[in-house]
């Protein structure tokens, strides 16, 4: 795949995307949070390996290299406990990538060889790349129906309203049971238009 032959998705594609990834993956149907880690190796037969100084030395928190089959992960990132939500949400995201832009990876090994294919694209293309494998991962980590759900039931009972209702009661309680950042769970929550739906 030539940079110019890059496919970029709408929302409603990636959503549908996400859709299929849970229910073909996903097992037991439904299960929260999303067991990412042990989708991608055992239903794809991707390792996920550490690799020390990543970020620090490339700017990488991981990447794909489909020519060995891993996805490589800053040592920081799976090895701190702090840093848990994080690797998740960058998990999901290079699987996203590997959904989306394989035939863009399938000959990469090294963090050499994924930089040049990297450099090869265009700010734009990189850009919309990211932005299609983020909104990926978090409909892959937090599927829409299940989120809307959970985030109804926390809004019950309460008296808070607007943003302190989302910001105090339910953003944190969907960050702690889909196991995400409250950054990311955020923005889950202004893709599918709660705000307007929950008060």
């Known amino acids: 795949m030539a940079p110019s032959d890059i496919r970029f998705f709408t929302s409603a594609e990636l959503e549908l995307a996400a859709s299929f990834f849970l229910e073909e993956y996903n097992k037991p149907q439904n299960l929260i949070p999303v067991e990412i880690d042990l989708i991608i190796e055992r239903e794809f037969d991707i390792?996920?390996?550490?690799?020390?100084?990543l970020?620090?030395?490339?700017?990488?928190?991981?990447?794909l290299a489909l020519g060995c089959h891993t996805i490589y992960v800053d040592r920081n990132y799976m090895d701190l406990e702090k840093m848990e939500r994080r690797y998740r949400f960058t998990l999901a995201e290079e699987i996203a990538h590997f959904i989306l832009h394989k035939?863009?990876?399938?000959?990469?090994?090294?963090?050499?060889?994924?930089?040049?294919?990297?450099?090869e694209l265009s700010f734009g293309e990189r850009s919309r790349m990211q932005r299609d494998a983020r909104r990926l991962a978090?409909?892959?980590?937090?599927?829409?129906?299940?989120?809307?759900?959970?985030?109804?039931?926390?809004?019950?009972?309460?008296?808070?309203?607007?943003?302190?209702?989302?910001?105090?009661?339910?953003?944190?309680?969907?960050?702690?049971?889909?196991?995400?950042?409250?950054?990311?769970?955020?923005?889950?929550y202004e893709q599918l238009g709660l705000d307007s739906m929950i008060n």
Not at 103 to 119: A, N, P, Q
Request: without cysteine; aromatic residues 10%; hydrophobic residues 45%.
């Open 47 to 53: 390792r996920v390996l550490d690799f020390g100084g």
């Open 55 to 63: 970020q620090e030395f490339h700017g990488l928190e991981a990447y």
């Open 103 to 119: 035939d863009l990876f399938k000959g990469v090994k090294t963090v050499e060889e994924y930089l040049k294919v990297s450099d």
């Open 138 to 188: 978090g409909a892959i980590l937090m599927p829409a129906d299940i989120f809307e759900r959970k985030a109804r039931e926390q809004a019950v009972g309460t008296s808070l309203t607007g943003a302190s209702l989302r910001n105090i009661v339910i953003i944190p309680y969907l960050a702690n049971i889909f196991n995400v950042s409250e950054a990311t769970a955020t923005v889950r």
